[in-house]
C-alpha cells in the first residue's frame, strides 16, 4: 500500500458522510429522497457524487416519492436508497410495506430526530424503533440495523445494502443526529476487503421464471425489468406469477414464506458486540450512540470495581431475543439505556421473561445519555 | 498511560465553532495520530442562537462523544460562559473573550479573560479568523496537539486563498498563549 492510500484511508468524518460514502462502495447507483434535518448531508454528499459513478440522484417532491421511485428503480437493476429523519419516514410507510410485500430490494435511512411529529429537528432521538419495525400495516418482514461509531456506519450501509440484495426485502438503516452528525476518525478499509452481494438472478428462461417462487430459502431469485424476462409487480396478495389472487392457500404460502425468510434466516440477519460481557453481573444493553454512553458507563463501572458489561446490537429487526435471553444466565439484572420511553427494553422483558429485572434508563429531551446517568443506576443496582 | 481530553468551545452560531472543532480534530486524528472525535449542538438557526462544538480527543477509542468532565473551555459569549463554566473539572481551563464576556466566573479552575475577537480583526486583520485565534490559545495552553499538526490541519481545511491569514491567525493566538503561559 502506498503513502498516499493509507494517508486517504484515515479520515474524520461524519456518521452521514460515512453513510454516503458506504452506499457509494456497496455499488449503490440511484438516490431519491427529500432533504431534512438530521439527514441531509447524506442527500448533500451523494449529489455531488452519484452523478460521477454515472448513477442517478433526485432531489424527489416529497418522501412518498422517494420511495417509489427508488422501488421502480431496484425493480430495473438498480441498488436503490433514500435517506430521511423521523417526519419522512412516516411518509415512506406506506410504500415501504409495498417494497416489502413485493420483495423489492432498497434501503432507507432514518437519522432519527426527537419526535412525535415535526418534533426537535436538530436533536438525537431513538424513538423510531418501534415505527421501523411495525409502521407499515400487515404481517410483513423487515430488516433494521444500528450502527454507533462513523466507522461502523460505513459497514453496516454496505450490509443494509448486502442485506436487501440476500433476502429480496427493504432494509432499514436506524441512525440518529449524534451519529449522523458527529465528525470522528475513521481507518476505511481496502477496496478488496469490502464483500457487495450481488442480486441472485434466475436460471431458467423467461417462459419459465417465477418472481414469487416458493423455492426453499424463502429468496425467489430476481431479475431487472427490460432484460427480456415480463412479470407483474403489486402490493396485492398474489400467487407465484405475481398476479393477484383470492385463493386462500396461495395467499396464505406467500405470507408465510415472506414472513419465515428472514427468521429462517436469522442466523446470518442478527449480529451484536459484547464489551466486557465474559464475567458481567450487570448487562448493559443497548444500541446506536446510546450503546456510547453505555460503553463509557461500563468503563467507569469497572474502575469502581462493578462487574458491568455491554451487550450492543447491531441487528435491531428481526430482534435478538434468544441471543439475549442466553446472555441472561450469570447477569443479577439487565440495564437498557435508550433515547426513548422504553421501546427496546419492553423486548428485552419479553426475551427474559421474570428470571432477572429490567431497569430502565429514558431520555426524552433532545439530549444525549450521560454515562454518569448509567453509572449511578448500576450502583443503585448493585 | 492512556488520557481523555475534553474542550467545548461555545459562543454563539456564525462564529466558526464547529470547523475550529473540526480542525482540533483533525489535528489530533489525522496529524498527531491519535483519537478524536468532534460534535455539535446546534439550534435550527444559521446565525445567532447558542452554539457549541465539543471536541475528546484520545490515545484509545472514544466511546462517549460529548463533554463529561471538560478539561477546556472557550466562551466567546457571557451566556456560554454563564452556562457552561460549571462543567469544568477540578483544575480545568476556561478562556473567554474580553470583548463579549465581563464577568468572570469564579471556580476551581484557572481562568483567562483575552482579546481574542479584537485580536482577530486588530492585529490579522479579520474578525472572521478569531476561531483560528482561539485554536492557536488552545494549542498553546494545553499542549493536546502538536503546533506542526494544528497548522497541517488548517491549512487543509480552509478556503484556498485565505491560509496565510489563517496561518498568521493561529501564529497570533500563540503568542497570546506563550504570555499567560
Redesign the interface.
Known sequence: MSEKDS?NR???LSGNEACAMGALAADMRFYAGYPI?PSSEIAEVLSLELPKTGGVFIQMEDEIASMGAIIGASLAGSKSMTATSGPGFSLMQENIGYASMAEVPCVIVNVMRGGPSTGL???PAQADVMQARWGTHGDHPIIAIAPYSVGETFDLTIRAFNLAEKFRTPVILLMDE?LG?????VVFPRSEEIQVVKRNRPGVAPQNYLPYANTESGVPPMVSFGEGYRYHVTGLAHDETGFPTNKAQDIERLLLRLNNKLERNRDQIIDYATDQFEDAEIGILSYG?SA??A??AV?LARQKGIKAGLFRLKTIWPFAGQEIADHTARLKAWVVPEMNLGQIAHEVEWAVGRSVPVHRINRVDGN?I???EILAKIEEIC | MSFRYEVRLSGEGGQGLVLAGKILAEAAAIFDNLNATQSQSYGPEARGGASRSEVIISDEDIDYPKAVHIDLLLALTQESCDRYHSDLKEGGILIADQSTVSQLPVGKFRSYLLPIIETARDKVGKALVANIVALGIIAGVSKIVSEEAMINAIEARVPKGTEELNRKAFQTGLEIAKKIG
Open positions: 494517508t484515515v479520515q474524520v434535518t429537528p436538530t436533536m449524534i452528525h458527529v465528525n470522528e476518525k450512540s456510547r454512553s460503553r463509557h468503563f444525549p450521560n454515562p454518569l
